[in-house]
């Protein structure tokens, strides 16, 4: 029987997981070396895997020149072989690998790999949503927390949770250990398809911070903000992020 798009996007994400986690555990390269090395080495098994396996279908990745050409196919492949590089060379678990097909603009199959925590997560097998936190959990960046997050946050009385990569934050809502992430911060399409679509797939709300739809692979990759939250919340939460304005 022939591998399916999400049989296909799970294996991948969990291989190159697998191999992240060989090179880190080599210990002869540490930090920003280790995560120069380790994006380079996931990226060439994923793309040459993908093309073998999918030769129709278009390529974006995060660590490939980019193909305008891309743009006229209903199909391409988007990656990000190492999400979170500063956490994956720091030696901790917030790190993930993303693989995402999108067909005609949309976030369709999805795997997210969270390595250091021996999981993958996909749109093909989504797995029934917790009870929502009480108080409400809310992610923000480590380095860098949106202050749109952080006013929402306040005006919910949720608590705020720190941690590194997009794919790890989004999969901490899919997983139940926090109810809302909304990025300002800036991000580009191989940071957050695989997410959307695993969150879509667990019946997640899944937007722009305005409350329009995320569309990809347009000639621009850039895709600077990103709700997902349970759908109860998510009125809420876009009408408090719409009321946030810079002092």
């Known amino acids: 029987m022939a591998e399916s798009d999400e049989q296909l996007a799970e294996r991948l994400a969990t ?62 492949w988007i990656v990000d072989p190492l999400d979170g590089t500063r956490e994956y060379g720091e030696g901790r678990d917030d790190w993930a690998v993303h693989v ?17 925590l021996g999981v993958t997560l996909t749109s093909g097998a989504p797995a029934p949503l917790r009870p929502a936190n009480a108080p409400l959990r809310m992610l923000v960046s480590r380095t860098r927390p949106a202050a749109e997050a952080v ?21 901490a809502v899919v997983r139940g250990e926090a109810d809302i992430y909304l990025h300002t911060g800036g991000q580009y399409e191989w940071d957050n398809c695989a997410p959307v679509a695993v969150a879509q797939a667990a019946g997640l709300h899944v937007s722009r911070a305005d409350g329009s739809p995320l569309c990809y692979n347009r000639p621009n990759p850039y895709l600077p903000d990103l709700l997902i939250c349970r759908t109860e919340l998510a009125a809420d ?3 408090l992020a719409a009321e946030y304005s810079p002092a």
């Open 100 to 116: 995402a097909l999108a067909v005609g603009g949309a976030a369709t199959v999805g795997a997210v790999a969270l390595p250091g």
């Open 15 to 76: 291989a190159a997981g697998a191999i992240l986690l060989n090179l880190r555990t080599r210990g002869d390269l540490v930090g920003k070396d280790l995560g120069k090395a380790g994006d380079a080495e996931a990226n060439a098994m994923l793309c040459r895997e993908l093309r073998a396996a999918r030769p129709g279908d278009a390529l974006l990745s995060e660590e490939e020149k980019d193909n305008p050409a891309r743009c006229d196919r209903n199909r391409v």
């Open 151 to 171: 006013f929402v946050a306040e005006r919910l009385g949720a608590e705020l949770v720190a941690m590194g990569s997009a794919g790890a934050k989004a999969m």
């Open 237 to 239: 939460v876009l009408r």
